[in-house]
């Protein structure tokens, strides 16, 4: 149900003026009806001007007299044709001044960690526009050398739930399609509370990447077999004592 401009106003103006019970004031302006009867008391809303909601179009005097005279009258709030469609007309999540310049840098986070976002649900998470997303997904954006990704919630853009419903979405119609994820997709399109519960999965260092299978021929290698023991004398080949030394020794003084 719409409710009236300034509600606690109206409510103060209609407490003041008119015989309607708390309840039927309540229920117009979206209060507790407990809170109307502070009002009343003097406890709420000390010190504000009342609205007057016949003046200001919200209401007519038939409908108020229709609420005095029956305490099960549920007030209406007067159709006006010019806010039609007000509702439904929303723009660009606001971003404080202080935060839109590190704004860049959180689309290059989604964009690096979550690339299955479209950018129409970046544009709901941090509040830009779709060139500006486009530009950092192309790495054309004027500022790309000097920017970082950092997360969007951390900066305070947007809130952990809605980031994750975004993510569940995109999983949904990822499945929908029926496209084949490699692991790394998979990780990526669980929430960020999942994704950051997972082990992570053991890598093996660059540097020695790929030594383990290393074989300078494609054939396995074959099963020797045994070899006998050498010792240092074959080793070195060296020649054994014979004849030529038992006659060197008998010449020996």
Not at 98 to 122: A, C, M, T, Y
Not at 196 to 209: F, G, H, Q, R, S
Request: net charge negative.
């Amino acid at each position: 149900m719409a409710k009236p401009l300034m509600a606690k106003a109206t409510a103060v103006w209609l407490v003041d003026n008119t015989t309607i019970s708390f309840k039927q004031i309540a229920d117009f302006v979206g209060m507790h009806e407990l809170e109307v009867q502070g009002i009343a008391d003097g406890d709420v809303a000390a010190g504000v001007k009342g609205f007057d909601p016949i003046a200001n179009n919200q209401l007519t005097q038939e409908e108020i007299d229709a609420a005095q005279n029956n305490p099960l009258h549920k007030l209406k709030l007067k159709f006006n044709p010019s806010a039609a469609g007000e509702e439904k007309r929303r723009g660009p999540r606001y971003t404080p001044l202080s935060k839109r310049q590190d704004r860049p840098n959180s689309i290059l986070w989604l964009v690096k960690f979550h690339p299955e976002l479209s950018d129409g649900q970046i544009a709901k998470l941090v509040g830009t526009t779709k060139p500006t997303i486009q530009s950092i997904r192309e790495r054309t954006h004027w500022n790309i050398a000097n920017m970082q990704p950092i997360d969007p919630v951390a900066l305070g853009l947007c809130k952990q739930s809605e980031l994750d419903t975004a993510v569940q979405k995109a999983a949904a119609k990822k499945a929908a399609e029926g496209g084949v994820m490699s692991d790394d997709e998979r990780r990526k399109l669980v929430s960020t509370e999942q994704s950051l519960e997972m082990d992570a999965a053991p890598k093996i260092p660059t540097a020695i990447e790929g030594l383990e299978t290393f074989s300078l021929s494609d054939e396995p290698p074959e099963e020797k077999e045994d070899e006998p023991i050498i010792d240092a004398d074959s080793f070195f080949n060296l020649p054994k004592g014979g004849a030529d030394d038992e006659d060197e020794d008998d010449l020996r003084p």
